[in-house]
Each structure stands twice: as C-alpha cells, then as structure tokens.
C-alpha cells in the first residue's frame, strides 16, 4: 500500500508532485522519490528513505525541473527503506522510469532472466524488476512514435508478470507522456484542464480538480496533458465514467486539529449521521438500504448472512452478527477476510455475504469479496471510499458516507460502519417479527446518537488525564461482554496499533480462563460495561481484577455511582439501548488511545510499519 502520483501540465512538476504526495503519506511512509523529464530530456530523480520532509530538502537542495514526472510515498514490502529502494526505478537505460504500488509475485525469476542478459540492479525491489523488463520491451531504436511504442512495452511486460500492480510509467524519449495501468492496486486519473494527473487515491488530485476516473483491473491508460485513452492490457478500448469527487481539499486536511484521527474522532456526530440519513423509514418503522439492489423477496428469503472484514472492519462485523441475530433473528457469521478467502466456507443460495472495508481496497477483503462471487454468490459491499474497487466490483452495498479517513488507526469508519450494519438488521427485523414499537424506537435511539457521542466527545480532557496516569503501562487489557466484546478487540486494537503496547480484547468472563494470568498492577484492565442485561456479570469480574490488584479504568452509563467504589477510573456514556452501545462505547475507547500515544510521543496519524489500506497480502 503505497503511494504513486503521475503529472503532466504545464505547472511545475516536482513541486505538484511533492504537494500530492502528502496527501498519500498514510498510504505508506518509509522512503519517497520523485522524477521528472526536463526540458532537455534528462531524467531528474529525486529519492530518500524516511519521511516526505527529507524528499522535500533534497528537492529544495537540488530543485528539479520539468513539467512531467511521476512520485512515490513507499510502504516497503520488498527491500528495507533505503535511498536505493526508494521509488522511481529506472530500467537497464536509465530513461525509462516508473513507480509501482502492489506485489511481483515473480519478480526473482524475472530478475534471473534479466540478470542472465546483462541487466543490473541497484535495489532488492520487485519494482525495479518491472521497470527492467519494460525497458526490454521498449524498443527505443526507431526515432518515430515513440509513444505508441512505450504503451506497448508496458502491455508486453505485464503480460508477463504475477501480482498486483498500480504503476506510472514515463520516458525521457516520449517527453510529456504518461503510461498508467493496474491490477489489485488502485489507480485513479485526475482531468485536469490543460493537465492530467494519475494517482492511487484522489486525495492527491482532489486540490486541482474533481473530476477523476477510477480506473478498474486490467486497465491501461496513456495520456499527455491535453488528451488521454484508456484500453485494456489487450489493446481494446476499455468502458469509463467520469465522477465528480464527493469531497473537497479541506475535507483531507487536519485544519485546526494536531492530527488526522482526533479530526476524525469529532467527526462522528456527523459521519454517524451521514451514515443514516436519508435511510430511516418512519412510516414503517424501518430503514431503507437501495443500494443493496435487493428485492423484499429475496430480502425475505434470506437465512443467513455472512460478514467479512479486517482489522476494525471484522470487529464492526461482529457487532453487525450480534445486532443482526438480536433484531433480526437471522444465523449470521463473521469471516475474517483473509480467512474466509481460503476457507471454503459452505455457502447456499439463500447465503447474502458482505464485505466491509472503509477503503475498499484492502486486498484481503476484495478477495474475500471474489472469492464469493466465483462460487456464484452476490456479495454485497459496505464501504466508504468511492469509486473503490471494492465499491465498483461488488454486486450492490452501501456507502457509509464519512468523508476520507486519513488517519491510519480507524474511528470514524467503525461507527458508522456499525450504524450501517443497524440499519441492515433493523430493515431485516421489521421484514421478520420486529414491532412496529420497537422500529419505531430503534429509529429514535440512532437519531439520538449523533448528541450523545458529542456529550462523550466533551469529556475528552478527562480521558488524557487518565490516559497520562497509565502512561508507563506496558500492556493493557480490554474486557467486554455480548454487544461489547468486539467493542474490547477493537479498543485493543486502538491502543496496540498507535503506542506499541501489548493490548489484547477478550470476552471479559474468558479472564477466569488463563487471561486473569496478565493482571497485575502494571497492567491496567479497561471494563466497556454500560448498564446493560451484563452489568452485574461484568461487576463480579472487575471485583476479580482488584482482587488481584489490577488498576481498572470503567466505560459505564452515567448516573450510576457504583463503580467509583471498585474501579481505579470510571468514564461515563449517556444511556442507550443495549445494542447501540458500541457505537458510544467506542468514543472514549479512542480519545483513551489516542491521548495515551500522543503522550508517549508517537506519530498518531503514521503509526510505525502501518499503512492505511493494506493493499497486499
Ligand atoms: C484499524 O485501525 C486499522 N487501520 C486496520 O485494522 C484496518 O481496519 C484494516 O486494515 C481494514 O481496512 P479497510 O477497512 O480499509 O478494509
């Protein structure tokens, strides 16, 4: 999951390139490089390990310039950070240049080949193999149309290559020329007027237009600043629409906040409602999801449902299996992605499968999501990005409607996803044996949310406070029951993924079973326990904790004093329904993280060896 921006205009390139490359720093953060064609025809190549800052010193050292080039911002997966890894790779000549974002799966042997024929490498990227074996099949001898003859090259080589690929490729031969292409990695074209722009997200293009083209697999595009084509790698003209992006430069940028995902974390009374608006049937009681492209019938003839996800996204499945089974009464099963794309589950006709994913693009996930359809079923998609690949590929679903999530710990995603995932199990519910009383409240409690988790989001200086109490822990667990176990894995997963401490969530009457084994006074245990039909279960577990002298910080509905007695900390949330109880739940369980990192001095929004979309395996 990397970073890549082509541009060709008439602005200068390495300065576009730089300022779009920021906007793709989450994507990956371990080196960055540039290069441009001058005017002259010379390839200026700018690289360094490290982060972006350390790109931008060198360009201002040794500026490059051309109105051409193409960028990189790497999450290495072959090769260590260094200069010499770092994007653009050139081929044998040094005029071919290229940056890559996904996988060659064959690139050693490849590399032997290429070896066997006198080419040298100067990196251990698969990427530079790619390049290499383009500027093999770039016959650079004929003085004419040299254009054609690159896109043709790149339609030869990947031909002849296993994985996944979002690349840019230019050439000092063809000046002002772009050739573009993917397969499992994505990649986006920008139309601006008088210039052109590919990127793998539009995060990085949204400053210069709004118009974008999301590119599908197997798709090869070639552009110069005025005019483009898209075919497939076969050379047939490939089927594209147009887009207006949904979002606007600000909308991916920190504005007054310290960080991406403290903006994201207040960004929830509106992404929960964004999540439900226009969703909500009040003349039935229920919820209405078009996007889904089912009919009732075949709502109604559904009898099970299976829900896959990775890392926060499988923990909102697992608050979707229980809200599913308790409002609807349907068997439904969560699948880790990674997992399920391998298992062979049994599925029937009757089986509705979805895929949840904020980005819609990890690849665990879209593979999850074929993986299905090739046994013949619809899989449904609930995801946030537009125009994703997973949003495109599936075979119906539902936008959350957050805006873009920068920050690579996920907040915003997970409650809305949770919301969406209530507003499925509300519309099957009422579809079954649900009341039109209980719909009926149900759409009150979701409209009641967006207030409440402002209330939670109040109490944000009392939760650094506690956070900086516990600051020296090493470890931390996380204790939940029913609705709120996977509320624990995912406060887990918070913590670990933005301090580096060893955090686990488990189903808080596990304890007794091995985990109690953990507690001790440096290990501080974080009980979700609203007041709910567990209350008193999760009381009698927190008692064993003290027994044992482990500090514990409560989350528990407020106007309840009992817990100031036995827990270390108590943090309050208004009342609500029991299932709903994640969603508010989860609040402090960020702010808890979050300030708890800020506090020991780690990088929130780029989390060490982190990306935010896992876009290989
Ligand atoms: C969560 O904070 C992490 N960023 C990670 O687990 C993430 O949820 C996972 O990679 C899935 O990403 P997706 O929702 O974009 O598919």
């Known amino acids: 999951m990397c970073g890549i921006v082509g541009y060709v205009g008439k602005a200068s390139a390495g300065s576009v390139l730089i300022n779009a490359l920021k906007r793709l720093e989450y994507r990956g953060y371990d080196s960055s490089g540039l290069a441009v064609v001058s005017e002259s025809r010379n390839v200026e190549m700018r690289k360094r390990s490290g982060r972006l800052d350390n790109l931008k010193e060198l360009l201002a050292e040794n500026p490059a310039e051309g109105n051409c080039g193409i960028s990189h911002t790497r999450w290495a997966t072959h090769g260590e950070p260094t200069d010499a890894n770092a994007h653009p790779h050139t081929d044998q000549s040094g005029k071919l240049v290229m940056v890559h974002n996904g996988v060659i799966e064959n690139y050693q042997t490849l590399k032997e080949q290429l070896g066997a024929e006198g080419h040298e490498f100067?990196?251990?990227?698969?990427?530079?193999?790619?390049?290499?074996?383009?500027?093999?099949?770039?016959?650079?001898?004929?003085?004419?149309?040299?254009?054609?003859?690159?896109?043709?090259?790149?339609?030869?080589?990947?031909?002849?290559?296993?994985?996944?690929?979002g690349i840019v490729v230019m050439h000092a031969d063809a000046p002002k020329f772009l050739v573009g292409a993917r397969l499992g990695s994505p990649l986006v074209i920008g139309l601006g007027k008088g210039e052109k722009f590919l990127a793998s997200d539009v995060g990085a293009i949204v400053s210069h237009t709004s118009d974008a083209i999301y590119l599908s697999d197997r798709d090869l595009v070639y552009m110069t600043e005025d005019d483009f084509a898209i075919e497939n790698v076969d050379g047939d003209a490939a089927d594209y629409e147009v887009s207006t992006v949904d979002y606007t430069q600000e909308d991916a940028e920190k504005g007054e906040f310290p960080h991406f995902m403290l903006k994201e974390i207040y960004e929830q009374p509106t992404s929960i409602q964004n999540a439900f608006?226009?969703?909500?049937?009040?003349d039935q009681a229920s919820a209405i999801l078009g996007g889904l492209q089912l009919t009732?019938?075949?709502?109604?003839?559904?009898?099970?449902?299976?829900?896959?996800?990775?890392?926060?996204?499988?923990?909102?499945?697992?608050?979707?299996?229980?809200?599913?089974?308790?409002?609807?009464?349907?068997?439904?099963?969560?699948?880790?992605?990674?997992?399920?794309?391998?298992?062979?589950?049994?599925?029937d006709k009757n089986t509705l499968v979805f895929v949840i994913s904020q980005s819609g693009e990890t690849i665990d996930t879209l593979s999850a999501m074929r993986e299905g359809q090739r046994k013949g079923h619809r899989v449904l998609g609930i995801v946030n990005t537009v125009g994703s690949t997973i949003a495109r590929e599936s075979d119906g679903g539902s936008y959350l409607y957050s805006g873009p999530e920068i920050g690579v710990a996920a907040t915003k995603s997970f409650t809305s996803?949770?919301?969406?995932?209530?507003?499925?199990?509300?519309?099957?519910?009422?579809?079954?044996?649900?009341?039109?009383?209980?719909?009926?409240?149900?759409?009150?409690?979701?409209?009641?949310?967006?207030?409440?988790?402002?209330?939670?989001?109040q109490q944000s200086d009392k939760i650094r406070t506690i956070a900086e109490k516990y600051i020296d822990a090493q470890g931390m667990l996380f204790l939940g029951r029913q609705f709120n176990y996977p509320t624990a894995l995912e406060g887990a997963l918070k913590m670990k993924e933005i301090s580096y401490i060893f955090a686990s969530g488990h189903a808080a009457a596990e304890l007794k079973h091995g985990i109690i084994a953990l507690v001790s006074e440096e290990t501080p245990s974080v009980f979700i326990m609203p007041k709910d039909s567990v209350f008193e279960k999760n009381v009698s577990t927190l008692e064993e904790v003290k027994a044992r002298k482990g500090p514990v910080i409560a989350i528990t509905t407020e106007g309840g004093v009992e817990l100031e007695r036995i827990a270390d900390d108590v943090i309050y949330i208004p009342e609500v329904t029991e299932c709903l109880s994640p969603i508010l739940a989860s609040i402090p369980l960020q702010l808890l993280s979050y300030h708890f990192a800020v506090a020991r001095g780690c990088d929130v929004d780029k989390p060490r060896n982190l990306a935010k979309s896992v876009t290989v395996e």
């Open 122 to 165: 100067r990196s251990q990227t698969d990427s530079e193999v790619l390049a290499h074996l383009i500027g093999k099949c770039f016959d650079s001898s004929q003085e004419d149309d040299r254009c054609k003859r690159l896109v043709e090259a790149v339609r030869e080589a990947l031909k002849m290559v296993t994985g996944t690929y």
């Open 277 to 282: 608006r226009g969703r909500l049937l009040d």
């Open 296 to 347: 009732p019938r075949e709502l109604r003839d559904v009898d099970r449902i299976v829900l896959c996800g990775c890392g926060t996204a499988s923990h909102a499945a697992m608050v979707g299996e229980y809200l599913i089974e308790h409002l609807a009464r349907i068997p439904t099963e969560v699948e880790i992605a990674s997992e399920f794309r391998y298992r062979n589950t049994p599925l």
């Open 417 to 457: 996803q949770v919301t969406l995932l209530t507003l499925l199990a509300l519309l099957l519910g009422r579809m079954r044996h649900l009341s039109v009383d209980y719909g009926q409240r149900m759409l009150q409690e979701l409209r009641d949310l967006p207030a409440k988790v402002e209330m939670i989001l």
